[in-house]
Each structure stands twice: as structure tokens, then as C-alpha cells.
């Protein structure tokens, strides 16, 4: 059996692909190795009762996830899988950047970017992946993301500079506080994942004046450092992965209409497209059966 999963800071989506082409989903929390270990790694996976169904059967697993960008932090990951899936021939760690590529590109140049729980750009020029602006995560960077946008939400309902009616309805939902948050951002693990958490709060209020505003501004910074950044960026179709692309394409297309460049694809969940991918790799049936 195929296993392929595609992890981001919040979640992290996994197919099982038996060999008839039937496919199988589910979900887990995400695993980044900058803020997680394999001991950590290991329990979450032993809790996921269709991971532990066919752990023994499953033959090929390829992980892609946030943080998975060097040796040593693909290792981490590895080790956790190694230990779930004993029987495994095969297993590949790579960057969520390469999943995006594969999601999006299939073999032709574009531009592939992340906005997710954090955001990523690349060029793929149909051979090989270029990155020219480094991803520096939540605290230095991540332009655009869901965390990003959460920082920004949170310090203005802090200063007292949210909207009454917004800050009303936050409390309301959340039963924020100072202290709350203060201790979410600074005390408690994944605060990107604790601040993104919050985009579903400007989801259901994005026609308000202070998310369209909100959402435009933090989507043309993305685009200014990790587009503008590819000389050919008017040239090639610019594709999207992710949470925050998929819930507010509107103003993601008006951004790009304002920065003159072609939106390509946008992805939400890459997972099934690398699914895809690999089983035309291992000659397993293109059948999608999700249970």
C-alpha cells in the first residue's frame, strides 16, 4: 500500500492508497519539525486508529510538510514514521514546497505559492525548484498567512483599535482576553497554529471594512516580497496552496488584477493531487474511492 501525506503547521491530511486504487482519507494534527519531535510525532500517529489499521501494509509513504527542509529536520520526521510504520520499504520526507509544485505545476513552469498556516513562494521552471526568498516563519515572516493575519487581529483588538462591533463578537465567540492571549503566544506550544486559528473569524467576516481592508494589504505584501521577487512573474502562471487562498480567492484575484499577473490554480488541499502523482509513479489505478 501507498501512503502519502501533505502536512501544513495545523493539520496534516494522509491518503491510503491500496493497490486496487482505492483510496482511504484521513487527518492528524500537523507536524512541523522546527516545533515538533519524533517522540511527539510517534504519539500523535498511534492515536489515528486507520493509520494504526494498516501501518503493517503499508509499503511506500511520501511526506510532505511545513519545516521539512533539510536533513536534519526531515530526519526528526522520519524517525517518528519509521517507528509507526515498521514494515516500510520506502520513505520520502520533502518539503510542503515540493508538494505545492507537484499540486500545481504538474511539469510546467509556474510560480507556486503557500498561504496557509504560514506562506512560501517558489519557481518551478519544469525541472528544478528555485527559491529565492527564504521562508522565515511566523515571528520574521510568513506574509500573508494565517498566522500573519492573526498577529495583526489580535494586537489591534489588544490596543483597542479593532472595531467595537468586531471586538464584541470576538469576545463573544472566543472569550478572549489579555491574558489569554498573552499566554497562548507566549507560554503555550504552536502559537502560529493558535494565531491562525482565528482566520475563521475572518472568514465569516470578510465583508467587513476592516478584513477587506486587512486581507488586501497582508495578500499584496505576499505578493510585493514573494512574487515580485521572480523576474518573470507576469510571464508564467502564478499557482496557490492553501487554506487562506482557497476561503478568500476573491480578493486574491483583485490583488492580482491590481499587480497585473495570471493566477494559475488554486489548490486548498494538495494531498490528492500528490496522491495522484505517485500512483502513476507506481503503477497503482487512478481510482478515488475516500472512505
Known sequence: MLLVADSGSTKCDWIIVKPTGERIETSTMGFNPFFHNSELIISELKKNDLLNLYADEISHIYFYGAGASSNVRNAIVETGLRSMFKKTTEIKVGHDVKAAVIATCQDNPGITCILGTGSNSCYFDGTIVHEVIPALGYILGDEGSGSYFGKKLLSKYLYKKLPMEL????????????????????????????????????????????????????????????????????????????????????????????????????????????????????????VINNQ
Open 167 to 286: 471586538a464584541d463578537s470576538l469576545e463573544k465567540e472566543y472569550g478572549v482576553s489579555k491574558e489569554s492571549i498573552l499566554e497562548s503566544v507566549y507560554n503555550k506550544p504552536n502559537a502560529n497554529v493558535y494565531l491562525a486559528s482565528f482566520m475563521k473569524f475572518a472568514h465569516a467576516n470578510q465583508s467587513h471594512p476592516y478584513f477587506k481592508e486587512l486581507i488586501y494589504k497582508g495578500l499584496s505584501e505576499f505578493i510585493n516580497i514573494h512574487v515580485w521577487c521572480f523576474e518573470n512573474f507576469r510571464e508564467v502562471p502564478v499557482h496557490f496552496v492553501g487554506s487562506i487562498a482557497y476561503y478568500f480567492k476573491d480578493c486574491l484575484e483583485e490583488v492580482a488584477k491590481n499587480h497585473r499577473f495570471s493566477i494559475g490554480n488554486i489548490v486548498k488541499r494538495p494531498v490528492a493531487p500528490l496522491a495522484d502523482y505517485y500512483c502513476k509513479k507506481l503503477s497503482y489505478p487512478v
